[in-house]
């Protein structure tokens, strides 16, 4: 159930902060349970900029401790076509050699708490791919798949940079889960890049009053208008909360969706919900964030949710992609061969000029 493969691969590898390097590696061997995955593309996230940047988050500081560790191969996006893989791999996955796959990005391990309980996206030991020397990431021509990874089928005909795009709008879509939205909600969208898109595509499928999706940059805009925003509001010219007040009689929204990493974005959202409004938080921050906390308690009791990858909503997400509902041709902006992976990281850090880059290895 194999394919010859070759022994040595382009691949990125981490050495640390700033110091990510184009080396030639060996081809990973999979063991029993496992597969062996050609990779197709490879999406280049916001949190691997942030962990390229050395972010306290992954690199630690003085009151926590490191949790990404270097000579790894980043890389938690990904599409790929399964090489190799055994029977007990092909049983539990239902997938076989030639099949095009992707792969949730944690591998849980299944005995903690967490993962007794179906919060496997919590799980205690929290390996994900690209961070952890156990799970090398997709940056790279192969990569294994272990034993726990959660792998999902997806079509072959979609451009492989499309079905990549499948992690972040799973994550999106969380999000929007956790934000409970009802018919006749007012629902606000931070920030239009990858995650903030898919938030707005997964809060129009809710079907709520509004839709208004917030940004600085015209073209990001007008996408979020074709993924499902019925209000549009460029922050550098208008004011949001004036433009919200207006949609709510002056109560304000009733759900805020917070996508853009930026920590003026939070305090913004506290004051554009109203008194109860439910405020999901899914950034990863560079730094910490300081807002005036009476707000979400004796001025407005909101309800303050955290939103953490994509748990169970992978399979919508790819439905979603494969419909071909989304612009996604728009939405994945760049795509670069593996050896521009700097260029590639280059370009998320100014997302002016890109929504989601890709690094395409083979």
Known sequence: MSESAPRTMQAVVSHGPQDYRLEQVPVPTPGPGEALVR???????????????????????????????????????????VVELDEAAAARWGVGVGDRVVAEQIVPCGECRYCRRGQYHMCAPHVMFGFKRATPGAMAEYLVLPANARVHAVDPSIPAQHAAFAEPLSCSL?????????????????????????????????????????????AKLELARRCGADVVVDIAEEDAGEVVRALTDG???????????????VGQGLDLLRKCGTYVEYSVFKEAVSVDWSIISDDKELDVLGAHLGPYTWPAAIAMIESGVLPMDEICSHQLPVSRFQEGLDLVADSSRSVKVSLLPG
């Open 174 to 218: 969380h999000a929007v889960e956790r934000a409970g939205i009802q018919f006749g909600d007012v629902v606000v969208v931070a920030g239009c890049g990858p995650i903030g898109l898919g938030m707005v595509a997964g809060a129009r499928a809710k079907s709520p009053q509004h839709v208004v999706a917030l940004d600085s940059v015209p």
């Open 251 to 265: 109560y304000g929204a009733d759900v805020y969706l917070e996508g853009t990493g930026h920590p003026s974005a």
């Open 39 to 81: 990779v197709q593309a490879v999406g280049i996230c916001a949190s691997d900029l942030k962990c390229y940047a050395g972010a306290a988050k992954f690199w630690g500081d003085e009151s926590r401790p490191a949790w990404a560790e270097t000579e790894v191969v980043p890389g938690h996006e990904f599409v790929g076509e």
